[in-house]
């Protein structure tokens, strides 16, 4: 079982370059989330979905955005990359509402 | 606002117990979670508190007060493998996960 895979593992680009971060889980999750991880802070939601074709905005999504055209895959785009999108990116997934997330093994994107 | 408060750092000695505590102020409750991180990692599941008591699993274990608003993960018979951040988190109301900064734990031998 491979459970929630991102790719890449590490990123660098360029201010106003554009990218996507790739999350697949083999779980049949209907829960999904990204999640970003900024030094000394808690784990910050950008976006989230409950199922295909469902999403809706976290705490943090302004400058990214995403899709949820099936259960297994949950990509999160960054458009117009700024200095203040470096942090280590986390996809997760959970069985339903109110259970333990399962996370990928996280993308850290560098923004110069 | 809805707030998680847990130690930024802790030391501990192999073979030793701590305990890491954790206060949250949220709008409602709906169940508090432990992951561990180890650096440069993800973090995993360890424990799910959802009423008030102890829940034991192995070496570790956690309670939980509502009507407190506290938590705390305790881990027993300390191994060099248990240095890692210790990140508590709690379900509001509407199922919004609130996560504190974590707890960084230092093991020494």
């Known amino acids: 079982n491979a459970g929630v895979t991102q790719t890449p593992k590490f990123r660098i680009l360029k201010i106003g370059q554009s990218m996507t971060l790739q999350c697949t889980q083999d779980m049949n999750h209907n829960y999904m989330y990204w999640y970003r991880q900024d030094p000394g802070m808690g784990l910050k939601l950008i976006y989230y979905s409950v199922g295909a074709g469902i999403t809706d905005k976290g705490e943090v999504p302004n400058g990214y955005n995403v899709s949820r055209s099936t259960t297994e895959d949950f990509p999160l785009r960054l458009e117009l990359a700024a200095p203040s999108q470096t942090s280590v990116y986390f996809c997760a997934s959970s069985r339903q509402e109110g259970r333990e997330l399962f996370f990928g093994e996280g993308s850290r994107l560098t923004v110069l | 606002g809805q707030n998680i408060d847990q130690p930024t750092e802790m030391t501990a000695t192999e073979g030793a117990i701590v305990q890491i505590n954790c206060t949250y102020q949220?709008?409602?409750?709906?169940?508090l979670f432990w992951y561990q991180q180890h650096a440069g990692e993800a973090p995993t599941f360890l424990s799910y508190n959802v009423l008030d008591g102890l829940e034991e699993k192995g070496r570790f274990s956690s309670f939980l007060s509502r009507s407190k608003g506290y938590s705390y993960l305790l881990l027993k018979e300390l191994q060099m493998k248990d240095s890692a951040s210790y990140l508590c988190?709690?379900?509001?109301?509407?199922?919004?996960?609130?996560w504190g900064a974590g707890t960084k734990l230092i093991i020494k031998p």
């Open positions: 949220t709008s409602g409750f709906n169940g």
């Open positions: 988190a709690v379900f509001d109301s509407n199922y919004q996960l609130i």
